[in-house]
């Protein structure tokens, strides 16, 4: 198995694949970093180039998970390393709790630690379901969608792509967020927001939208 990434998220996504996953059968890549060991905690190696990780694919596993944030890096490397031969894995932690009902989950997916997906849930390719978050019944995510940790989504919400839910964030019922959208943390949405705002506070505000300067 393949992390995506040897820093920050990546870290995180370890401990998840430790759940599931012998260490022995576990490795990073990191193209961009110069500040990277050979090995990472001194066990677990570190591809550094496109060709090694295109004949890890090709010998070993063709499995990778995405060990990084942002949503349009999450899109590029996702599309990418499916071209390179990869096969984007989700990876949902058993400490996280998912609906039995209703409930579809895309490819290269990661839900973190101690997460509640309810039932008649859609979440798109790509997502990013961080720790402590709670997803209520009849929510539709799209691909590519952030949500930082303590993120509430309540029941009947619609998330546009490429979207990023802040740190402690609320999405209260009914409401459609765009894509493209950047929710600030803690921020409270009571109403629809449209494709490519910043939207910060309690209530939220649109502060910023795709055709500012």
């Known amino acids: ?21 012998e260490r022995k059968d576990i490795v990073f890549y990191d193209d961009i970093s110069s500040d990277l060991p050979v090995k990472l905690y001194n066990e677990f190696k570190i591809l ?14 063709a499995r990778f998970i995405l060990g990084i944030g942002g949503p349009e890096l999450r899109g590029m490397v996702y599309r990418n390393f499916e071209e390179l031969g990869g096969q984007a894995f989700t990876l949902i932690s ?13 490819k290269g997916v990661n839900v973190m630690l101690n997460s509640v997906i309810t039932n ?5 390719d790509g997502v990013l ?8 019944h009849d929510v ?25 839910l802040g740190t402690n964030c609320t999405i209260l ?4 967020i765009g894509h493209h959208v950047v929710v600030g943390a803690g921020s409270v949405i009571n109403k629809n927001i449209p494709d490519g705002c910043t939207v910060v506070g309690v209530p939220g505000k649109i502060i ?3 055709y500012d300067n």
């Open 208 to 210: 910023k939208t795709m």
């Open 173 to 176: 019922p009914n409401i459609s």
């Open 120 to 124: 008649d849930v859609i979440i798109g």
């Open 1 to 21: 198995m393949l992390i995506f990434g040897a820093k920050g998220l990546a870290k995180e996504v370890l401990e998840v694949c430790l759940e599931s996953f």
């Open 94 to 106: 058993n400490t996280s709790r998912v609906g039995s009902f209703g409930v579809q989950i895309g």
């Open 48 to 61: 550094r180039s496109r060709e090694e990780a295109g004949k890890y694919f090709k010998d070993i596993d």
């Open 140 to 164: 539709n995510i799209s691909d590519f969608v952030e949500v930082c940790p303590g993120v509430a989504v309540s029941g009947h919400c619609k998330i546009g792509s490429y979207s990023f």
């Open 129 to 136: 379901v961080n720790q402590m978050v709670s997803i209520g």
